[in-house]
């Protein structure tokens, strides 16, 4: 069996390096490179340095959505992880019902982004008619509209993470605690919780990442309005790539940087997160 695979490997694996270096590599390299260009098809490109760099860091609507994105990510990563959390600590006991609850609110998480934007829309706008206002009246509504909206549509995923995570916890040390006399409170603080780190670390990344490269929600709830104070930083680079003519190395420049921020804050969150795991 051994011989068969290692005889086939790369006929296995052919098909699906392929896809990944055609859809992912070649495109990011591409990517890096147009950022130092000025282009409007990948045939016209003309080298010309830094320049999109210092136009996209001289955008005052770059800074602002970058400002606005580290915020609502910030926000939502506290948000989501609490909620999801306290209902894992809730639905990780076994008993009539949990797998119900379990199941219904994972549901939101099957939805599409702009279905779910549109559906989110209707229903905030629909709250808000009773104070005669609307989501993009005002830049706070839009805020707490999509954070409301990315909660509803996260939490249950991160809430099957963390019941694993519970679940995975022995019942001879917890019964060991109990001996020893820990409260309720101490046996989540020095217990639970670090042995539930990796579920920790692959939730806070998630959602960081999520947060960070919201896209849909953002389109589909505000567009950005109202002016561009709820525009994230994804719609941000949409819009000068594919809205301002002579725009798209920016826009692509804008991208790069774009990537190597969240490269930076992931890897910073795992590296941290990583440290205080232990064995269960």
């Known amino acids: 069996m051994q011989k068969a695979f290692r005889k086939n490997f790369p006929i296995l694996v052919l098909p ?15 990517g890096i490179y147009l950022s130092f260009t000025k282009f409007t098809t990948v045939t016209d490109a003309q080298w ?12 005052k609507d770059f800074l602002s959505s970058l400002f606005f994105t580290v915020k609502f990510t910030v926000v939502n990563v506290v948000t989501v992880n609490l909620a999801a959390f306290a209902l894992a600590n809730v639905l990780s006991q076994t008993g009539k019902g949990t797998n119900f609850f379990r199941t219904v609110i994972f549901m939101p998480n099957l939805l599409g982004g ?36 990315l909660n509803w549509q996260m939490i249950g995923y991160m809430m099957i993470i963390y019941i694993a995570g519970i679940q995975n916890v022995s019942e001879d040390v917890k019964e060991a605690a109990m001996i020893d006399g820990v409260t309720k409170i101490q046996m989540l603080r020095r217990i639970i919780l670090p042995l539930i780190m990796p579920s920790i670390t692959i939730c806070m990344f998630m959602t960081i990442t999520n947060s960070f490269k919201m896209f849909d929600l953002n389109l589909a709830l505000t567009a950005g309005l109202p002016g561009k104070s709820t525009s994230m930083i994804t719609l941000d ?18 991208a790069v940087v774009f990537f190597v921020i969240l490269a930076v804050i992931s890897v910073t969150q795992l590296m941290l997160t990583r440290k205080r795991e232990v064995e269960n």
């Open 48 to 59: 010309i340095g830094l320049k999109n760099y210092a136009m996209a860091f001289k955008d």
């Open 16 to 30: 699906t390096l392929a896809a990944y270096v055609i859809a992912f590599l070649i495109p990011f390299v591409l």
């Open 114 to 149: 702009i279905v779910l934007g549109y559906i989110w829309q209707v229903i905030i706008n629909g709250v808000l008619a009773f104070s005669r206002t609307t989501l993009t009246a005002s830049a706070k509504y839009g805020f707490w509209g999509m954070v409301v909206a």
């Open 237 to 254: 680079i949409f819009n000068s790539f594919y809205n301002r003519m002579g725009y798209e190395g920016v826009g692509q420049a804008k």
